[in-house]
């Protein structure tokens, strides 16, 4: 019985303790689930917020700055945000959705100047304005996106919503400050910016390949098959300024990185190779705390996001102008190809004028004379703008006056055409007046218009914001060019005298040439982006007969 009793006993007592070990395990393992549980409700709330970091991050109210008031930054207020951003009346604020904007039209503005050459003129100081007033406008956006108390509320607004119920019942992840925690890093160096190049660049210019680039994500998307961008992190160099992007790959959302390559990208101390020193963050890091009593830190976490506003714009200049101006148009007389009497003549179709005043010519050592009536303007059928600049010659799409229009066009509204143009142009009338007259092209205030740029007189011109009427191109002549000599479509008529008798009216030529002359601009000084020159020659011919006088 002792014996037995003795092994109950061991029995109970072994039982005891293993209940206890298994008691003391389980409870072991309560806690650490609590623990890791608590780890992982941390790390998740600190996740969602870093997100919601990314996503505020691009053009939140409290990341954003506004321009007001300086000039040079003001010029820029046409690539800002707002309803009605498209028709290039923006509301000055600037944030990592159109930083790029800003850049970019700086960056055309040297553009125009270099591809001037020497006829660029006065533009160097407008291309290191236009420079400094990106850069401005630059310095202060990265001054509130590398202040991390201006984050801090975007990240508690989901970090805060997440549970921590396995931390304490009231407990929420908050904002664990620092410059340790909070961090800025400059991701994809290299890579596309969100600003696509088009085919709007002035004629005969290229940008260099190393400034461009195709979309890096892999595989490409379909809407970024064959398009280019200017690359981000990268010094694009113009006119001997330097200029900025900021990349964000092609539709990517804004997402999770690792620690590791967000620290390779850091700045400082990994700086750019052509040094931007507040250089525009695309990527930062949070850090996150949950409180067990206040003002004691339990778990804490960090995560890193970068951004990306998912959006692309064009290469533009979106509020700018032409400026025609239409001479008046001047008619010689030429007897035998010798310049006789001159004079202007109105832009409009049949119009009459008498040779010398509507007195004949008298022809030394013969006894006859020579008068003519000429029939002109008829290079204005209809009276337009289209044939204020190219005549009533067939369609010409190739003129050289016609291309540099287009292009400048196409700065500011990509994607314009040829025909867009003929047809805005057709559609402006012209004073049918001897008088010299003046004509803008500029893009239609209206908000998504059909037509996009409009061609009207100066009387009737309401230019966008931001440019002046009275503003001229910084350049000098670039090139003079003309269309003819061309004997249609006017004439004229000529009657010869012969010893007091008039002979028979005889037909005439008389030769239309269009002469034009472009001066460049680059669009900083008020919008003015070029001046197109017209001038109507019409040369009347007559011709001595032969008249036997009386011996």
């Known amino acids: ?33 609590m623990y890791m549980g608590a780890q992982n409700e941390t790390k998740n709330a600190t996740d969602a917020g870093a997100l919601n970091v990314g996503k505020q991050a691009l053009s939140a109210d409290g990341v954003t700055y506004t321009i007001a008031g300086d000039d040079k930054e003001e010029f820029f207020r046409d690539v800002t945000g707002g309803p009605t951003a498209g028709v290039g009346i923006g509301d000055g604020k600037v944030n990592l959705t159109n930083i790029d904007r800003v850049w970019g039209k700086a960056l055309f503005v040297a553009i125009n100047s270099d591809a001037a050459g020497s006829a660029a003129g006065d533009t160097t100081q407008n291309v290191q304005s ?41 407990t929420s992840v908050s904002y664990l400050g620092g410059p340790q925690n909070w961090q800025t890093s400059l991701m994809d160096r290299n890579k596309e910016s969100n600003i696509e190049v088009t ?41 001997n300024q330097t200029f900025w992007q900021v990349p964000y790959q092609f539709d990517q ?5 690792s620690k590791t390559l967000f620290d390779a990208d850091k700045q400082p101390p990994n700086m750019l190779a052509s040094t931007w020193d507040k250089a525009v963050p695309n990527a930062f890091s949070v850090g996150g705390q949950v409180d067990t009593k206040p003002g004691v830190a339990g778990e804490k976490a ?40 001159s004079t202007t003549y109105e832009s409009s179709p049949g119009t009459t004028k008498e040779s010398g005043d509507g007195v004949p010519y008298p022809i030394p050592f013969i006894c006859a004379t020579v008068s003519g009536t000429a029939y002109v303007g008829n290079e204005y059928l209809p009276p337009t703008l289209y044939f204020a600049v190219v005549g ?6 190739s003129s ?56 009207t007189p100066d009387s009737l011109t309401v230019l966008p914001l931001g440019c002046d009427k009275t503003a001229s191109p910084e350049g000098s002549e670039e090139w003079s060019d003309s269309i003819g000599p061309m004997p249609t479509p006017n004439f004229a008529l000529e009657t010869f005298t012969c010893n007091g008798v008039p002979a028979p009216d005889i037909p005439m030529d008389v030769t239309l040439t269009i002469e034009h002359s472009w001066k460049p601009g680059t669009g900083y000084a008020k919008g003015c982006l070029g001046e197109l020159t017209v001038h109507h020659q019409s040369d009347a011919l007559l011709f001595v007969l032969p008249c036997t006088c009386p011996v």
């Open 392 to 397: 009533n010659a067939p369609p010409d799409t």
């Open 130 to 170: 236009a420079q400094e007033g990106a850069q401005s406008i630059s310095d202060q956006l990265s001054a509130k996106l590398t202040d991390e108390a201006n984050l801090h509320g975007y990240f508690e607004e989901y970090s805060k919503q997440n549970s921590t119920r396995m931390i304490g019942t009231n």
């Open 400 to 455: 050289k006056s016609m291309e540099y229009i287009l292009q400048r066009c196409k700065e500011m509204v990509p994607g314009y055409t040829m025909g867009n143009l003929i047809t805005a142009m057709s559609i402006c009338p012209v004073s049918m007046t001897d008088e010299e007259q003046t004509f803008y092209i500029y893009p239609n205030l209206v908000a998504n218009p059909i037509v996009p740029i409009i061609a």
């Open 253 to 257: 959302k804004p997402h999770l990185v």
């Open 1 to 33: 019985m002792t014996r037995l009793r003795r092994k109950r006993a061991s029995a109970i007592a072994f039982s005891a303790v293993l209940a206890l070990v298994l008691v003391v395990l389980g409870v072991g393992f309560f806690f650490f689930s």
């Open 302 to 341: 960090m995560a890193w996001v970068q951004t990306n506003p998912r959006k692309v714009f064009p290469l533009q200049f979106p509020n700018g102008f032409v400026r025609v101006v239409v001479k008046k148009n001047d008619l010689q007389w030429r007897l035998d190809f010798i310049p006789m009497d």
């Open 199 to 239: 085919d709007n660049l002035p004629v005969g210019y290229n940008l260099p390949t190393s400034d461009t680039t195709a979309t890096t994500r892999n595989p490409v998307p379909s809407g970024a098959n064959g398009k280019t961008y200017l690359k981000g992190y990268t010094p694009l160099t113009v006119a």
